[in-house]
T-cell receptor, first 113, second 112 residues
Framework: EPEVTQTPSHQVTQMGQEVILRCVPI?????FYWYRQILGQKVEFLVS????????KSEIFDDQFSVERPDGSNFTLKIRSTKLEDSAMYFC???????????FGPGTRLTVT | ELKVEQNPLFLSMQEGKNYTIYCNYS?????LYWYRQDPGKSLESLFV?????AVKQEGRLMASLDTKARLSTLHITAAVHDLSATYFC????????????FGKGTKLSVKP
């Protein structure tokens, strides 16, 4: 069964460093998303991406964040200068149609020290 | 701003018992999703409810949607230990590109 994959599974970085989180969505899906979940809290929407551009973004997704789909298969989330409060689990998700089921990847745990 | 509220947030129940988790949301939406999350794991899709009156069942779990009341329920029948997990409901806003707004989750613990 097709699935969303994410790498790395765990990333440790120092405050102020740049990180890139990678995702490979399901191959025939058209809508892509990033969410984050701070430990023990709810899942929060960051950004949606469709037709090679950002569709919507939340207040969390400030100028430190960017997304890219560089090669038609990978979907990346870049955090330019990480802060301690960026420590969270980051989930990538994809769906085939805007109203369909959204499939989540296994997540990347980001730890900022 | 769309708000999604779940209750209870914590639920401890014995095996064999029934219980219902409630999910209220604050603005018009006709698409509601239930996910399960085990500790340290990703989100597993349980149900997609796409219309008023929708009811779906899978094993001991049954989900329903009342869009007029802006309420969804997840009913657990004859709970077993394997159902222990955190359950999230999520709603997407009509007209959006499908980004989901999640509730805080209900942490379910089923004791033998």
């Amino acid at each position: 069964e097709p699935e969303v994959t994410q790498t790395p599974s765990h990333q440790v970085t120092q405050m102020g460093q740049e990180v890139i989180l990678r995702c490979v969505p399901i191959s025939n899906h058209l809508y892509f998303y990033w969410y984050r979940q701070i430990l023990g809290q709810k899942v929060e929407f960051l950004v949606s991406f469709y037709n090679n551009e950002i569709s919507e973004k939340s207040e969390i997704f400030d100028d430190q964040f960017s997304v890219e789909r560089p090669d038609g298969s990978n979907f990346t989330l870049k955090i330019r200068s990480t802060k301690l409060e960026d420590s969270a689990m980051y989930f990538c998700a994809s769906r085939a149609t805007s109203g369909g089921e959204q499939y989540f990847g296994p997540g990347t745990r980001l730890t900022v020290t | 701003e769309l708000k999604v509220e779940q209750n209870p947030l914590f639920l401890s129940m014995q095996e064999g018992k029934n219980y219902t988790i409630y999910c209220n949301y604050s603005t018009t939406s006709d698409r509601l999703y239930w996910y399960r999350q085990d500790p340290g794991k990703s989100l597993e899709s349980l149900f997609v409810l796409l219309s008023n009156g929708a009811v779906k069942q899978e094993g001991r779990l049954m989900a329903s949607l009342d869009t007029k009341a802006r309420l969804s329920t997840l009913h657990i029948t004859a709970a077993v230990h394997d159902l222990s997990a955190t359950y999230f409901c999520a709603v997407d806003i009509i007209g959006s590109q499908g980004n989901l707004i999640f509730g805080k989750g209900t942490k379910l613990s089923v004791k033998p």
